[in-house]
């Protein structure tokens, strides 16, 4: 039997509540979070229709992109579009989920990602890397409890460095210590100096698994006081932040690049500038990506693939760089395979529902 808890769990995995942006409402929002999956229902924006469609649909749980609950809510009476979908949603007994900038921020299985991999883009990068929000730890272990004690921290999630986990750094030294009438020692006398040849363990963790780390190591290390230091590191990651930017294997020409983000991101129009040279990096950022401009430019990009461009920010381009404005809804269509591709991978016998309500508020009279 499969839990909304665990949907939430490895979706969190994927793409940690803590990498959202500070102004944004990622998470659970509605329901009962111990509640049965009966089935699921994806999309980018939670409506009252969506809500529709799955009562039809018999799904008990819709994980949206955008959250249907952004601002703060004083009171649920119906009055709006938010509070009628909130209200029948609670009365059909349905949860929702937001999996929102916190998609948007990682490389890997992230919303930028995945608009790289409709374009064919290679060798990406992230466009503003965020801070890296890591730490690192540093404990000393009797040399028989060492692997007892790294394995308990990688299972807590520390040690996971890029494309890689169980990252630590080990020396050998020797500890002392002197335990007074009040303590039980594991090793060594009352009040007699002791010498102890220990491990010494290095390795590190994302700020928000600081407690989850510290309960692992104090449950797996054998002394009655642990010692241990905590650092902040200034590090910056190379696997989390805004936009992504990659390569093509061949450079095109403006139009043929133009064609070719027509056709694969589905597109009926596309706002761009002008622009004289071939594109062979692009830079891209799903949703409203303006801010980026200069770092799409800082970072060589030919073309920058976003959205929500005001007038005047299309002159910023200067010919230097072609911008192609695509729409909001249009830029993270794709959002709603990924989340069930994720989903997919760790549950294989869940078949979500991908809505075929459409939920984007901008039409186009041709």
Partial sequence: MTLIKDIVTHLERIAPLQLQENYDNSGFLIGNIDEKVNNILVCLDCTEAVIDEAIKK????????????????????????????????????????????????????????????????KNLKVLRNAPSQLAKLITFVPNEYADKVREALFAAGAGKIGNYDSCSFNTEGKGTFKANENANPFKGEINKLHFENEIKIETVFPVFLKNKIISAL??????????????????????????????????????????LLKRNMNLDVIKYTQFDKEIKKVAICGGSGSFLLEDAKSAGADAFVTSDFKYHEFFDGENNILICDIGHYESEQFTKELIIEIIKNKFPNFAPVLTETKTNPVKYFY
């Fill in 218 to 259: 104090q449950s797996a290390h054998p002394y009655e006081e642990v010692a241990y230091d905590i650092f902040m590191m200034l590090n910056t990651s190379n696997y989390v932040g805004s936009g992504i930017v990659g390569e093509f294997q061949n450079s095109l020409k403006v139009t043929e690049f133009l064609n």
């Fill in 58 to 121: 018999q799904c008990n749980l819709i994980i949206s992109h955008h959250p249907i609950i952004f601002k703060g809510l004083k009171k649920i009476t119906g009055s709006n579009y938010i509070e009628k979908t909130i209200l029948k949603a609670i009365q059909n007994g349905i949860s929702i989920y937001a999996i929102h900038t916190n998609l948007d921020n990682v490389l890997q299985n992230g919303v930028n990602s995945k608009i790289a991999e409709k374009l064919m883009l």
